[in-house]
């Protein structure tokens, strides 16, 4: 199977709340893939097992690859991790960065309004 073959496997598999089976999955991907939309994914699946840590890593590589590929969202994400992780110092320099871009498709303002409520709530 190719890495776009799995990666409509590991979105079925999470669609369906098996993300552990999902987690493999995204493994298995992120060896042979460089896309940032895999790496992204995986880190949006290990939050929802509480794997903060490893969420982390494969957001920021997913930012890395290509900074701005769905670039709001992602650092919603990450700075979702890093708080979680108890990295609150880095999660708020997530959120001002997100507030602080320009408006895009799809989210426009969603992803700075929402950079912008954490802000309030934990700054």
């Not at 701005?68 to 997530?94: P, V």
């Amino acid at each position: 199977m190719d890495s776009e073959e799995l990666y409509k496997k590991a979105m079925e598999l999470e669609s369906r709340g098996e993300h552990k089976t999902a987690i493999s999955t995204y493994e298995e991907i992120i060896k042979k893939s460089n896309d940032p939309r895999h790496f992204i994914a995986f880190g949006v699946c290990l939050q929802k097992c509480g794997h903060w840590k490893q969420s982390i890593e494969a957001l920021e590589k997913g930012i890395s690859l290509k900074p701005h590929y769905c670039e709001g969202d992602a650092r919603l994400f990450l700075a979702k991790a890093l708080f979680k992780s108890g990295k609150k110092g880095r999660a708020i320099k997530q959120w001002q960065h997100v507030s602080r871009m320009q408006s895009e498709y799809p989210s426009y303002e969603s992803v700075q309004n929402e950079a912008r409520k954490m802000l309030a709530q934990h700054a």
